[in-house]
């Protein structure tokens, strides 16, 4: 068994379901220990929901060179129902060439790889010339309030610069290193309430249905066309996730109507931009309402360069693929390093099974994927 296999074993039999942590930056820290890393452990949260972060750094040799940092989250999300799980979640188990367990995919086996690459990086270049790093939280899979945000905050009050950084996402899609993310769209979400007058539903005249007011205002931000998006970001998305309004009762005409959107946004749009023109639809329609928004992170966007150029070559040389950048899928902790580093770009193994039941991951990639990482490292601290 290759050490990047035991050591992925190993953090997915930690159970730690966010926030928890469940041990993992410890058994990392025992393995970069040797290397010569510094270590700071930031706590944050409430009690009884506490994330632990881990800031990890091992300097280079030239004061000029620059600063790579791995990062990635600890904390997986619930299993779920485990009667639907064919074996233990928190049990690494093999059948079929797969290795099956919770985090397996998401993202465990990434750090690992992570690992156990600088492992090698470091015992070939004991004097390499730029500085290498590790950014870890447990509250990736939560609320993202006290991880990965309040360690980029930290590290920009004392002045540490990072210049480049690999998040360990699951972004590949038919074969390893196919997609890598160099950007994320923003997220945007709007509670939209719409006030009525509620009454029986056979005096219709006495009453104003809240969920008619609102039908062509719906009908309306289904067809808008926000923006054209551009070269890196598809056009910005406007969907409704719920609704809602009603006592339960079938002869009672509704006194509101709760509707739940979100914006995906480009960078073609703000945030701002975008509130403005759903509130002037609204306010056309004449429409009594309330609406609450929810900024759940802006985009980001890495253009081509140095590190998507040293990632793209290292993942041609190890596994002869041709990658594609994107900036497709939901939100990740690049958000909050993207505001601290200018370039961010995430990679990691198959993303077909995250968040299922039976998470996996293919065990024939474990080791390309940290051969990956480890020829990055030599691009681009050598």
């Known amino acids: 068994m290759s050490r990047m296999l035991q050591l992925a074993e190993a953090l997915i039999a930690r159970q730690s379901v966010t926030p928890l942590d469940g041990g993992c930056q410890a058994l990392i820290q025992q393995r970069l220990a040797p290397l010569g890393f510094e270590f700071e452990t930031i706590i944050s949260g409430p009690a009884g929901q506490q994330v632990t972060n881990l800031w990890a750094v091992r300097r280079g040799t030239s004061k000029t060179s620059k600063l790579l940092a791995f990062a990635g989250h600890t904390d997986v999300v619930p299993t779920g129902p485990l009667t639907q799980w064919r074996s233990d979640p928190f049990v690494p188990t093999h059948r079929d060439g797969r290795l099956y367990g919770r985090g397996a995919a998401d993202m465990k086996t990434s750090i690992a790889a992570m690992v156990v690459a600088v492992e090698e990086f470091v015992a070939a270049v004991p004097n390499h010339g730029g500085s290498v790093a590790f950014l870890l939280t447990s509250d990736e899979e939560g609320p993202a309030l006290d991880g990965t945000v309040k360690v980029c905050e930290w590290l920009t009050a004392r002045g540490e610069k990072l210049d480049y950084c690999i998040v360990g996402e699951p972004t590949s899609l038919d074969q390893l290193g196919d997609m890598i993310k160099n950007g994320r769209r923003g997220t945007l979400s709007g509670k939209l309430k719409v006030k009525g007058v509620q009454g029986h539903i056979a005096y219709p005249h006495l009453a104003k249905n809240p969920i008619h007011l609102v039908a062509p205002a719906l009908a309306e931000l289904v067809t808008i066309r926000w923006d054209e998006g551009n070269q890196y970001f598809p056009p910005t998305s406007w969907q409704v996730s719920n609704i809602h309004a009603g006592t339960g009762a079938s002869n009672v005409i509704p006194g509101e109507a709760v509707i739940d959107f979100n914006f ?69 902790d690049g958000r909050f390093i993207a505001k601290i580093c200018p370039q961010v770009i995430e990679f990691g193994p198959l993303n077909a099974s995250i968040h299922k039941i039976d998470e996996w991951v293919e065990v024939a990639s474990l080791d390309p994927l940290k051969n990956i990482y480890r020829d990055t490292l030599e691009r681009l601290l050598t």
């Open 264 to 332: 995906r946004f480009s960078t073609e749009s703000t945030p701002p931009s975008l509130k403005d023109r759903v509130h002037a639809l609204l306010d056309r329609h004449g429409l009594d309402y309330e609406l609450a928004w929810t900024l759940g992170g802006e985009p980001f966007l890495t253009p081509i360069g140095d590190l998507s150029e040293a990632l793209t070559q290292a993942i041609r040389a190890q596994t002869g693929v041709t990658t594609e950048l994107s900036t497709t899928g939901g939100t990740s």
